[in-house]
């Protein structure tokens, strides 16, 4: 019930392209969404954050789709670049616990020029 | 622009030996969590820890392990006698609120 299940593990996107990387989740107790991007050798850093009172949420060429009925997130990136190329990790939290993230297995994104 | 900080970057260390995993986290955020990714696996949550007490720790940390703040600005993580199968990269991370900022990490090597 604590696990946030993320697909695919990995994906191959031509420059310019959209990358799209889905997640799905079964605690209805989760009330926030983030999806963090690491490179080779850092750590997560948070790229977009999403809470279930709105079904979408655009920062740039990113955003967010949220499904509350279905239980499932997922990311969007649009006009894909090669420096976009890293692992996205999805993660969910309950605010009102101890706030600790609970990760999806991770994307490799590769963009090719 | 503020970051979490951990030392160091590369522990190597034998089997049965202690280890002490360091971090500094953003000044004036409340929350510190430790996190850690097995090679190619998925970020795993170990503790949370909030007003000088761990508020909740994973089935990951046992009695191996202990957190502590032992100032107003470092928090560690004990290992106290490593297993190969600790080998990892070991992330501190904190928050105000929700948005938690991770450090950079430390490879820990177990032989």
């Known amino acids: 019930q604590q696990q946030v299940k993320q697909s695919p593990q990995s994906l191959i996107v031509q420059k310019g392209g959209i990358s799209i990387i889905n997640c799905a989740y079964e605690?209805?107790?989760?009330?926030?969404f983030p999806w963090y991007q690491q490179f080779p050798g850092k750590g997560p850093a948070l790229l977009i954050a999403i809470r279930p009172d709105v079904s979408e949420k655009k920062e740039g060429r990113f955003t967010i789709s949220f499904n509350k009925s279905a239980k499932q997130f997922s990311l969007h990136i649009m006009d894909s670049q090669p420096g976009d190329s890293a692992t996205y990790f999805c993660a969910a939290s309950e605010s009102g616990n101890t706030g600790k993230l609970i990760f999806g297995q991770g994307t490799t994104l590769q963009v090719k020029p | 622009e503020p970051e979490v900080t951990q030392t160091p970057s590369h522990q190597v260390t034998q089997m049965g030996q202690e280890v002490i995993l360091r971090c500094v986290p953003i000044?004036?955020?409340?929350?510190f969590y430790w996190y850690r990714q097995i090679l190619g696996q998925k970020v795993e949550f170990l503790v949370s820890f909030y007003n000088n007490e761990i508020s909740e720790k994973s089935e990951i940390f046992d009695d191996q392990f202990s957190v502590e703040r032992p100032d107003g600005s470092n928090f560690t993580l004990k290992i106290r006698s490593t297993k190969l199968e600790d080998s990892a990269m070991y992330f501190c991370a904190s928050t105000p609120d929700n948005e938690q900022f991770f450090g950079p990490g430390t490879r820990l090597t177990v032989l």
């Open positions: 000044s004036n955020h409340l929350y």
């Open positions: 605690n209805t107790a989760f009330d926030y």
